[in-house]
């Protein structure tokens, strides 16, 4: 298969007033056409600022990439000039945020922020654009386009204006689309309808996609691989099946375990026990000792490797045979 995007060693750091916070620690992962990857972990795990990074959206200062490469379709675009790298955002690589309300914008209709896209890189007069804008709205399932294509996004509910979101990115056919909790605060009727949405789109034009989320349930039908991260690092990667049927690392099996499931009703949720480390004081060793239930010795001191675990997944835990049950 083609790589789309690969990412190696990545770094990121946000230097405050309290300190540098180490968002991202040596992150890699990448994506072929036509693959979706989820990328999962709990809030400040670093996986919307290793996007933020890919996509040249990070804010700086505070945000500064301190190492690594970021290759899509063979060119570094941490080496790009501004202008190549803002062609590259939008024609070839788009996101879908995560609060479409804070994303798009209050005072443009949506037919003038769809139609944008082709202004500004297909170079489209504003009335064929807006007739672009409504075969959009049609793709994305949105009723009666044509008379809503004038609206504002406060007249649209979430799910419409994720749909939006959705045609945005979707506008001039990229070959990657990165996705940061796309169903966040929709209903779950809603959130399958975005997801099944997503899925046949990415189907229809083989695009790659980068699933941001802290659901598993979410991804379990249309993801390919998955990326877990704890504290700005991959700690398991893996074929979604493989994830779900054993995982090798304690943190993907405490977040596979707190899923609410039908067998389990009347039973008390399991939970990981404690919060998320500090990124500013990062626990020495596994970064997850403090919560794990298998931790020892070696786990306080040693910062675990990326073991390969098999040809397709690895685990960054020093005790993943046990996790296994090997």
């Given at each position: 298969m083609d790589t789309l995007l690969d990412v190696r060693d990545l770094h990121v750091e946000f230097r405050t007033r309290d300190g540098v916070a180490k968002a991202v620690n040596g992150v890699n992962y990448s994506v072929n056409a036509?693959?979706?990857?989820?990328?999962?972990?709990?809030?400040?795990?670093?996986?919307?600022v290793t996007a933020q990074a890919i996509m040249g959206i990070l804010d700086s200062p505070p945000g500064h990439i301190t190492q690594g490469?970021?290759?899509f379709q063979g060119a570094d675009l941490l080496s790009l000039h501004r202008e190549a790298r803002r062609q590259v955002r939008g024609a070839k690589m788009a996101m879908i945020f995560q609060d479409?309300?804070?994303?798009?914008?209050?005072?443009?209709?949506?037919?003038?922020q769809l139609g944008e896209m082709y202004?500004?890189?297909?170079?489209?007069?504003?009335?064929?654009?807006?007739?672009?804008?409504v075969e959009l709205m049609d793709r994305v399932r949105i009723p009666a386009a044509k008379e809503r294509v004038g609206d504002y996004p406060h007249q649209f509910s979430g799910g419409m204006r994720q749909r939006i979101m959705i045609a945005m990115?979707?506008?001039?056919?990229?070959?990657?689309?990165?996705?940061?909790?796309?169903?966040?605060?929709?209903?779950?009727?809603?959130?399958?309808?975005?997801m099944e949405l997503l899925a046949e789109l990415q189907r229809e034009m083989r695009m790659g996609l980068i699933l941001i989320t802290h659901d598993l349930g979410v991804v379990a039908d249309v993801a390919d691989r998955i990326a877990v991260m704890?504290?700005?690092?991959?700690?398991?990667?893996?074929?979604?099946?493989?994830?779900?049927?054993?995982?090798?690392?304690?943190?993907?099996?405490g977040l596979l375990e707190s899923i609410p499931r039908l067998d389990l009703k009347g039973k008390?949720?399991?939970?990981?026990?404690?919060?998320?480390?500090?990124?500013?004081n990062i626990p020495p060793g596994c970064a997850f000792n403090p919560r794990c239930p298998m931790a020892q010795e070696v786990c306080r001191t040693?910062?675990?490797p990326l073991y390969k675990v098999s040809q397709t997944r690895a685990s960054a835990c020093h005790f993943w045979k046990e996790c296994l049950g090997d």
């Open positions: 036509g693959e979706t990857l989820a990328v999962l972990g709990e809030s400040g795990s670093g996986k919307s490469k970021i290759f479409a309300l804070s994303a798009l914008n209050p005072v443009l209709s949506v037919g003038d202004v500004v890189h297909r170079g489209m007069s504003r009335k064929d654009a807006r007739a672009r804008a990115a979707m506008a001039l056919e990229p070959d990657l689309i990165i996705a940061d909790e796309p169903t966040t605060a929709l209903d779950v009727t809603v959130q399958a309808q975005v704890y504290a700005g690092r991959i700690v398991e990667t893996a074929p979604v099946h493989e994830i779900y049927k054993a995982p090798a690392h304690p943190y993907t099996k008390e949720l399991y939970a990981i026990k404690g919060l998320p480390p500090s990124l500013i040693d910062v675990p």
